[in-house]
């Protein structure tokens, strides 16, 4: 079956540094991942999406990576700062009409030291 | 503007009794979905809509879970006969578009927990 991982060890880093967070697949080919930002008591907020056929994404302080080779996506947050520490998930689809279903990894938390 | 709203934020519930948790979704959007996540784990999917038609329903874990939404907007996931296992927080998403690689904006959640 679907599976997604990620590091469910708890990351801590100082501010300002790079904060690279990790997730896996196995068992499928996803057209796509997303990362998303979930903060306690709320839902995931929506960050990044990168496609299948697509390297490497970047917005502001933030890049994502796929490497199908690996099944591997890469996740990092530069110049990390307090207001970064949150809990970040990764989550696939397979972009088909019928089946919109996302699979999500069990999350990585983040804690940045000011 | 107004985001995915769900209600009621929290309920308890005696087990055995039946629950319903509403969803209003961005106005607009054309998918809804709902999940389902564990303390310390990842969303799991429910179930789909696309507008009024329930397009997916895979990831209902057993009959006594039942999703409507009626008139292609507001949605309910009901829970009959709700057990312990069922505690959980239940995340409402919904998106824009038809298909392809669309973002999912989730609501606040409804925190489930049985008694």
């Known amino acids: 079956s679907q599976k997604i991982e990620q590091n469910s060890e708890a990351l801590n880093i100082q501010e300002g540094k790079t904060a690279t967070l990790t997730c896996n697949y196995t068992?499928?080919?996803?057209?796509?991942l997303q990362w998303y930002r979930q903060d306690p008591g709320r839902g995931p907020v929506f960050l990044l999406l990168?496609?299948?056929?697509?390297k490497e994404k970047r917005k502001e302080r933030l890049k994502v990576t796929f490497d199908t080779t690996l099944k591997q996506s890469l996740f990092h947050i530069t110049a990390s700062q307090p207001a970064d520490s949150a809990t970040y998930l990764c989550?696939?689809?397979?972009?088909?009409?019928?089946?919109?279903?996302?699979?999500f990894g069990s999350g990585t938390r983040l804690q940045v030291q000011p | 503007g107004a985001g995915v709203s769900q209600s009621p934020r929290y309920k308890v519930a005696k087990r055995g009794q039946d629950v319903a948790l509403r969803c209003d979704p961005i106005?607009?959007?054309?998918?809804l979905f709902w999940y389902q996540q564990a303390l310390g784990q990842g969303p799991e999917f429910l179930t789909y809509?696309?507008?009024?038609?329930?397009?997916?329903k895979s990831g209902l874990p057993s009959d006594r879970f039942f999703a409507e939404r009626p008139e292609g907007s507001v949605s309910t996931l009901k829970i009959q006969r709700t057990q312990q296992e069922d505690s959980a927080v239940y995340l409402c998403?919904?998106?824009?578009?038809?298909?392809?690689?669309?973002?999912?904006?989730f609501g606040p959640g409804t925190r489930l927990t049985v008694l």
């Open positions: 989550a696939s689809g397979r972009g088909d009409t019928g089946r919109r279903a996302l699979t």
């Open positions: 068992n499928y080919s996803p057209a796509y």
């Open positions: 990168i496609r299948e056929n697509e």
């Open positions: 106005s607009g959007h054309v998918s």
């Open positions: 809509f696309q507008n009024e038609a329930q397009l997916d």
């Open positions: 998403a919904s998106s824009l578009e038809y298909g392809g690689t669309d973002t999912q904006y």
